[in-house]
C-alpha cells in the first residue's frame, strides 16, 4: 500500500514539473450548483385596473383578460419547472399565481402567501380615482398636473409618488380617522420590505438546492424595488404579467434579461391560439 502511494504521488510531481496534463477533481461550488432563478411577475390586469383606481392594498379581483393574460403566461412558461412559488397576500396576485403555474405544468408547486409582497399601501387613498388625485400628487413636489411631475422626475417618479402618498397621509390631508399603521407607506418601507422577502426566498431556495422561483407581487412595488439594485432600471411601467428575471449567486441578486418582458406572455398567446 506504502509503494502504491509513493507512486501515485511521483505521478503528480512529475506532471507538475515536467508540464504533464494533471486532472484534479474538485466539488463544484456553492454558488453554481445552487444558483436560484427568480421569475418576479406583475399580477394581470384588475377591475381597479380597468376603473383607473387606486389599489394599493386593497383588494380587486382579476378581470377575464386578467386571467386569460395569466394563463398566457402560463404557457409561455411551459418548461420550466418551478420549485416554489410566493405571492403577496391580495387576491390579484394569487390568483395569477395559481394560473401561471397550472397551464406552465407547475400545478403541483406550493403557494405561499406573505404581505411582504403585496402593491405599496396607499392608506387612505385606496380606491380614490387616480385622475383625481395626479393634482394632490403633483402638487407636493410643486409640478402643475401628474403629467409634468412623471415626466420631470423620470426614473424616480414610482418612488417619488409612494412618497407624495406618504406624506400627504402623513399629514391627514383626506381627514380620515386611520390609525397610523393602517396609511400610506414610503418608498424606503416598500424597498425594504421587498428586498428582504426577495432575500429570504433566495436565501431558503439555495438551501433546498436551488431551482426557479415564480414571485408574483405588484407594479408599483416591483418597480420601487427594482429602482435600488440595478443600474438597468430605468423606470418604465409594469405592465401585467410581464417579468423580470433575478439569478441569486455568490450572494447577490442580479437582473438577467430585459426589466419588465412580455416575451412569455407573448410565446404564451401563440401556443394558445393554435390549440
Excluded at 188 to 216: F, P
Amino acid at each position: 500500500m506504502k509503494i502504491k502511494k509513493a507512486t501515485a504521488m511521483c505521478a503528480v510531481l512529475s506532471g507538475i514539473m515536467f508540464g504533464g496534463a494533471v486532472t484534479v477533481s474538485t466539488p463544484a461550488s456553492a454558488s453554481s450548483k445552487d444558483q436560484v432563478t427568480i421569475y418576479l411577475t406583475r399580477h394581470g390586469e384588475t377591475t381597479g385596473n380597468v376603473m383607473q383606481r387606486v389599489q394599493g392594498s386593497s383588494d380587486f379581483p382579476l378581470t377575464k383578460n386578467g386571467i386569460e393574460v395569466a394563463n398566457d403566461l402560463g404557457y409561455g412558461l411551459k418548461g420550466i419547472k418551478f420549485k416554489h412559488a410566493y405571492t403577496g397576500n391580495l387576491t390579484r396576485q394569487e390568483v395569477t399565481a395559481q394560473h401561471v403555474l397550472k397551464y406552465s405544468n407547475n400545478k403541483g408547486t406550493k403557494i405561499t402567501t406573505t404581505p411582504k409582497l403585496r402593491e405599496g399601501g396607499y392608506g387612505s387613498f385606496e380606491g380614490d380615482s387616480i385622475a383625481a388625485d395626479n393634482q394632490k400628487i403633483a402638487n407636493v413636489y410643486g409640478y402643475q398636473d401628474g403629467k409634468e411631475f412623471q415626466q420631470a422626475t423620470g426614473k424616480n417618479y414610482w418612488n417619488k409618488l409612494q412618497d407624495a402618498y406618504y406624506k400627504l397621509d402623513s399629514e391627514n390631508s383626506q381627514s380620515t380617522n386611520l390609525a397610523k399603521s393602517d396609511r400610506a407607506e414610503s418608498a424606503n418601507q416598500v424597498q425594504k420590505r421587498m428586498s428582504s422577502e426577495l432575500l429570504h426566498i433566495a436565501k431558503t431556495t439555495q438551501k433546498q438546492g436551488g431551482g426557479n422561483v415564480l414571485v408574483v407581487s405588484s407594479g408599483m412595488s416591483i418597480n420601487e424595488y427594482l429602482s435600488t439594485m440595478t443600474n438597468k432600471y430605468e423606470g418604465k411601467p409594469m405592465q401585467n404579467a410581464a417579468v423580470t428575471k433575478l439569478v441569486y449567486k455568490n450572494g447577490k441578486f442580479k437582473v438577467q434579461g430585459p426589466i419588465g418582458t412580455l416575451h412569455y406572455v407573448n410565446k404564451g398567446q401563440k401556443i394558445a391560439a393554435d390549440k
